[in-house]
């Protein structure tokens, strides 16, 4: 293997997700929420339009006016220390990169957490105009680390990202708690005084 690729949210990052707590903030059912700005949503993982404007189509659906960026206030990432542990010493073997959706009001959070300079790049959604599960957007860092599908190793906590990963030709594989992961990598020879 030439290269991992992991997830940040659900995967090194825990408390990735604020819809709950905005949902709630906005006295709204969390589905009904996610229902309500799913293609807004989409925009904004994709960084074709920004909170202010999010905010704005959710005015226009609901007529309800929100002037602080919930987005940014209930994003709160608390970083899993036993899987960032593992990024680290896979690093000492191969090539580690995040491949993350994620939008421009978490960014600063982000990077004040520190999780990013624990890899080799990052390869965020908000940044590349595209949003995982599309093809294209595994394509596109395969292509930026010259890397063959079959040389990379996918993880993450969403089923339908690791299913598109696996039909591009990568190895592939669903993050559900960090000893199986351990395990994954160090059945691939994948962590730091292994062969």
């Excluded at 989409?42 to 987005?71: K, N, S």
């Excluded at 600063?108 to 957490?113: F, G, R, T």
């Excluded at 906590?157 to 990568?170: L, P, Q, S, Y």
Aim: with cysteine; net charge negative.
């Amino acid at each position: 293997m030439k290269l991992v690729i992991s997830d940040l949210g659900g995967v090194v990052v825990d408390k990735a997700d604020p819809v709950p707590d905005m949902a709630a903030r906005l006295e709204l059912p969390v589905e009904t929420f996610r229902a309500l700005t799913a293609e807004s949503t989409r925009l904004l993982l994709a960084g074709m339009i920004t909170a202010q404007e999010f905010w704005a189509r959710f005015f226009d659906q609901t007529g309800r006016r929100v002037e602080e960026d919930l987005w940014e206030k209930e994003f709160r990432p608390v970083v899993n220390p036993a899987v960032l542990s593992l990024v680290e010493k896979v690093r000492r073997r191969v090539r580690v990169v995040a491949g993350t959706n994620t939008m421009e009001p978490h960014w600063p959070a982000l990077q004040k957490s520190g999780v990013l300079a624990s890899f080799d790049a990052v390869y965020a959604s908000h940044h590349m105009g595209l949003v995982k599960p599309d093809p294209h957007f595994y394509w596109r860092i395969l292509r930026e680390e010259e890397c063959r599908p079959g040389e990379a190793v996918f993880f993450d906590d969403v089923a339908e990202h690791v299913r598109v990963a696996r039909e591009i030709g990568m190895v592939a594989f669903p993050f559900r708690k960090p000893e199986d992961l351990e395990r994954r990598l160090s059945s691939m020879g994948l962590l730091d005084g292994e062969l």
